[in-house]
């Protein structure tokens, strides 16, 4: 058992419907699997299911706790702080494939 830190400020739905909500009402929450820290009132950007850029978001909680299942998970919180243009998310999207989504070759 141990916390797990988001250092690359990305925040990556895996549900569709999570992701709706945020973009429909402005605020969200979306669960990952084990304790992960987010950093309380940074911006962040976040991306669909297939890695595309799509906002900005703010975090406004993070909590980390053990479910009914007995699985560790972290609730993130959130609000939208704006849409991304076309033009933003074509780049924002190539630079996190390059950074954190692609291929990592050693070399």
Do not use: W
Request: hydrophobic share 40%; glycine share 8%.
């Amino acid at each position: 058992m141990g916390f797990e830190t988001e250092f690359n400020s990305v925040c990556k739905f895996k549900s569709e419907q999570e992701l709706y909500e945020l973009l429909e009402y402005g605020k969200g929450k979306m669960v990952k699997k084990g304790f992960r820290v987010y950093p309380t009132g940074q911006k962040v950007i976040a991306y669909t299911p297939n890695n595309e850029a799509i906002a900005i978001v703010r975090i406004s909680a993070s909590i980390a706790e053990i479910n009914f299942q007995g699985e560790e998970i972290t609730g993130v919180e959130m609000e939208l702080v704006r849409k991304l243009t076309e033009e933003e998310a074509r780049i924002q999207t190539a630079l996190a494939d390059e950074m954190f989504f692609g291929e990592h070759v050693n070399g």
